[in-house]
């Protein structure tokens, strides 16, 4: 240990140190792990010599990037985390519209670097999420419908594997590590970076986000419904059911407030855009609307406030539906007015567009034909409500289910308690060939915290 240790760049934090209790922490306030040792890595070498170390020694490993896997998979007992938290930088090429990414990175740091250029990477939603894990298994976000997922924009990755090679991944090289990485999870290595394909957004963009009584909750899931089957590409939109947080862009007095949310970004002219939403904006029982032209990184990080890191108890599940029929709106309206704590979001995603147009075996991802996914988000304060939320959250989820092949999105899968099942359920026909890629680059599943695909024999 002591020569590992030495020859570390960053840190190597034992129980024993004192920063080691605040580094420990993760997302979700609900897994509270203690790995035996973590290593802060700041560059390759430290990833090489950590996941080197681990191998020889049999260490049960995690990878850390931006732990907010909900499921806890980025942090342990006993064993190590390889936290790449300060492994942060991104480089941008304006003009070749490229960014390199590290894979400690957060999607607020990629923000901060192509907006300053009027560029993005399709990410996701909430500025302090992860790069890398959101990106490994799928990556939804305001710009999904115009460009795709964010793995449709991944240009290569560098990759340490379990016996410690470096290697690129990408349409040129080692193409059967590229295809796996896109979508099928911390499989199969340590990715130290990522390399993105840029596009133009912004830097301001039209923001739809009238907010309804959920009194009317069916009349607008049911106007959405109708609204989205005909819109194009430009834009992207997600319904939340949830009570307003607290901010001070919204009166006090409406904090708290049940609300449905049919929220949304248009990337293009912003008039064009205001035009557009504007029929979503004109139904009964407005209680405020927050829609408006925003700068798209404000749009970015108007949910942070919401998801601070270890505060709250998080248990989210999804699905994918076959059907958006008025039986599933009435079973979401349900399943709203019943949520035992506050802070339980239901959402639905409407996934038309450029992502949807990627064949099932293009990547790991699989089938993207599915137009709506469900999520689940409870979130409550004490852990002595953990069980009665579980219960309740899954027992809801499965209710859904009879509309549903049973695939999920992996990055949204409650305690992934449903193993290898729910894994090759959603990979479906790309199981297979992922088992052999596994068995190639990760022989002793040596990455085995995350939706774990096995080896095939
Ligand atoms: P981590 O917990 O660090 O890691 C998750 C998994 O990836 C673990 O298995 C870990 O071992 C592996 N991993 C992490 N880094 C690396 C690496 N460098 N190399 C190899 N493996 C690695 N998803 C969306 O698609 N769109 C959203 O808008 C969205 N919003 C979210 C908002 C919040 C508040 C939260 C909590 C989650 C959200 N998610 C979203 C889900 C998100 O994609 C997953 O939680 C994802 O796991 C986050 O990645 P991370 O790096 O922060 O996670």
Redesign the pocket.
Known sequence: MKGFKDGIRGKVLTMDDAEYEQVRI???GMIDKRPAIIVRCTGTADVIDAVIFANKHRLLL?????????AG??TCDGGMMID?QLMRSVDVDPLKRVARVQ??ATLGDVDRETQAFGLAVPL???SH??????T??????WLRAKYGL?IDNLISADIVTSDGRFLNASEEENEDLFWAIRGG??NF????SFEFRLHPVGPVVMFCAPMYSADNASHILKFWREFMMYTPDEFTSQLFMQNITESDSIPSELHGKAVIVPAGVYLGPVEEGEKFIQPLRELDGLVIDQSGPKQFRTIQSM?DQS?EKGALQ?YWKSLYLDTFSDEVIELLVKTFKERPAKNVANVVQYLHGASSRIAADATAFGDRSSLYMIELNSSWTGPEENERNIEWTRQRWEEFKRFSSGKV?L??DGLHEGGEDVVQNTFADNYKRLQDIKKKYDPDNL?R??ANIIPAK
């Open positions: 993760v997302f979700n995690a990878v850390r990037g931006g732990g907010h896997n909900v998979h980025s790449l894979g400690g996701g939603v909430v999420t992860g790069v890398a894990g959101l490994l298994g799928g990556g939804f976000s964010t999870g911390g290595g340590v990715v130290t949910f998801f998080n999105y990055n949204h990455f915290l995350n």
